[in-house]
């Protein structure tokens, strides 16, 4: 079956805009999470949907923000973007419902470089 | 709150040698534990998980972990390391009580095996 799909794969924007990225789960699954990831922080939790509700956040500004659409299907957004915003942005898509099964699939990340 | 520690940021290793790369954790509840690798420009592929059972996980490409309750440690192991082993690892957890709760990364360690 299909992985977890990120769009784009790579984005250059300049400091002020805004950017959304894209993640598509893998078939079934209906919780979707966000990290951020860069050299000197490692792997931060942004925040996790789970059937269109946001079920948990990290601790991140205001300017981050997501959503999930009834196919399952999220997008983050980063509102007037900052230097600092330049990472890798990766989508976990999670099976089961918090069980012992639950597990994280992740896809390849968008790349995000903030000029 | 829960929390991953991987205390090296880097393990060198010779080709052939059995390497080790380490773990702790804290959760309150039952831990869930998971082992991922990435390597350069892609997101982070699954390697294991530990859930209950057996204190002795095995998992893809011949490695293995050891979850240590009383040392709060699941250390990642394989008994003769690879060049193309070579990446980024980070261990992760998630508190199996009381509902589902988010997945904690570790900082990462990165992996060199020297030929």
């Known amino acids: 079956k299909a992985g977890v799909t990120q769009t784009p794969r790579y984005l250059i924007k300049t400091r002020g805009q805004q950017v959304t990225l894209s993640c598509s789960p893998i078939?079934?699954?209906?919780?979707v999470s966000w990290y951020q990831q860069t050299p000197g922080q490692g792997l931060q939790f942004l925040f996790e949907?789970?059937?269109?509700?946001?079920?948990n956040k990290g601790n991140f500004p205001g300017r981050f923000s997501g959503r999930q659409f009834s196919n399952s299907r999220s997008e983050m957004n980063v509102s007037t973007l900052e230097l600092g915003d330049s990472a890798l942005y990766l989508c976990?898509?999670?099976?089961?419902?918090?069980?012992?099964?639950?597990?994280?699939?992740f896809g390849q990340g968008t790349r995000l470089t903030v000029v | 709150a829960q929390s991953v520690a991987q205390p090296e940021d880097q393990v060198n290793v010779a080709e052939g040698n059995p390497l080790t790369v380490k773990c702790t954790y804290s959760v309150s509840g039952n831990p869930y534990l998971f082992w991922y690798v990435q390597y350069p420009n892609r997101g982070l592929q699954f390697l294991l998980k530990?859930?209950?059972?057996?204190?002795l996980v095995k998992g893809s490409y011949g490695f293995e972990a050891e979850f240590n309750k009383s040392q709060t440690s699941f250390h990642l192991k394989k008994p003769s390391a690879l060049v193309s082993d070579s990446a980024l690892y980070f261990c992760?957890?998630?508190?199996?009580?009381?509902?589902?709760?988010?997945?904690?990364f570790g900082t990462g360690t990165k992996l060199q095996v020297i030929p």
């Open positions: 078939s079934g699954h209906r919780s």
């Open positions: 530990y859930i209950t059972g057996d204190n």
């Open positions: 992760a957890v998630r508190d199996g009580t009381g509902g589902y709760q988010k997945v904690t």
């Open positions: 949907y789970f059937s269109e509700t946001q079920r």
């Open positions: 976990a898509s999670i099976s089961g419902t918090g069980g012992a099964r639950t597990e994280a699939f």
